[in-house]
């Protein structure tokens, strides 16, 4: 754990140095949420809860995505792997790093909601959202490992994009669930994206969470879960066997 944890911090000033992937982590959803997300025809409960989604799904993409693709074909990679460091420590200090980027580009999205709307929730309201975001995050984590072990470095930053964004819209975290068109509405309730925005509309209205939502998270985890082991292994076994 200890091993982990510098190896966390590390990677962790590492990126904070690297402005072009830091800067647009922390405030690309911020500047979003200003530009669009007052627009919605929304509680601001409701908005607030969308755009942190939206926050935490771009360090799910790009920290884990792309940073994962870049990572497999540069020299460091090579070093570090065989270094008497397991592969769980080096996880986890992926994942502490991410979760770190995560709370920061998510706290600065509530502020500004706090500071620009009328958002009202009591203790219990902002312990739901905290755990509902906590839970959603999950299966973008995988997805995100996913994507960086079975795609190149070049394939993955416009896959990225093109995920990230569209599943945003499709899932309404950027117009709302009832702003979709018609055909995009059809699909939408079966999206990952929508699952979690009507588990966070739930947690912030004071409505218990549906079982069709909870499952469906847990289905989409266990899929991605399974699709970056078997990535992890493939790379594993094209390089270092």
């Known amino acids: 754990m200890k091993l982990a944890w510098i190896h966390a911090r590390t990677s962790t000033l590492e990126l904070l140095r690297y402005r072009s992937f830091s800067v647009p982590t922390l405030l690309f959803p911020s500047a979003a949420f200003l530009a669009f997300g007052r627009r919605i025809q929304a509680p601001p409960n409701v908005v607030m809860a969308y755009y942190a989604a939206f926050a935490v799904m771009g360090v799910a993409f790009y920290q884990f995505g792309v940073g994962i693709a870049a990572e497999r074909v540069l020299p460091w990679s090579v070093l570090v792997r065989v270094l008497p460091v397991s592969a769980a420590a080096r996880f986890a200090a992926r994942i502490l790093s991410a979760l770190a980027f995560a709370l920061a580009s998510a706290s600065l999205l509530v502020v500004l909601a706090l500071a620009t709307v009328s958002v009202d929730l009591d ?3 902002w312990a739901r959202f905290a755990a509902v975001i906590a839970f ?3 299966p973008f984590a995988l997805f995100g490992i996913a994507l960086g072990y079975w795609l190149t470095p070049r394939g993955a930053l416009p896959v990225a994009n093109l995920l990230f964004l569209g599943l945003s819209y499709a899932g309404g975290l950027l117009s709302g669930a009832g702003g979709l068109p018609g055909s995009v509405a059809a699909v939408s309730s079966y ?3 929508r699952l979690w925005g009507d588990l966070l509309v739930a947690a912030v ?3 218990s ?3 069709h939502d909870v499952v469906g998270l847990v289905v989409y985890a266990g899929a991605f879960a399974a699709a ?3 990535g992890y292994r493939r790379d ?3 390089r270092f066997r």
Request: charge should be neutral.
């Open 209 to 211: 969470w549906r079982a």
């Open 228 to 230: 970056a082991s078997l």
């Open 236 to 238: 594993e076994g094209e």
């Open 191 to 193: 999206l990952p994206t």
């Open 123 to 125: 203790a219990l309201g």
């Open 205 to 207: 209205q004071g409505r």
């Open 136 to 138: 959603g995050s999950i």
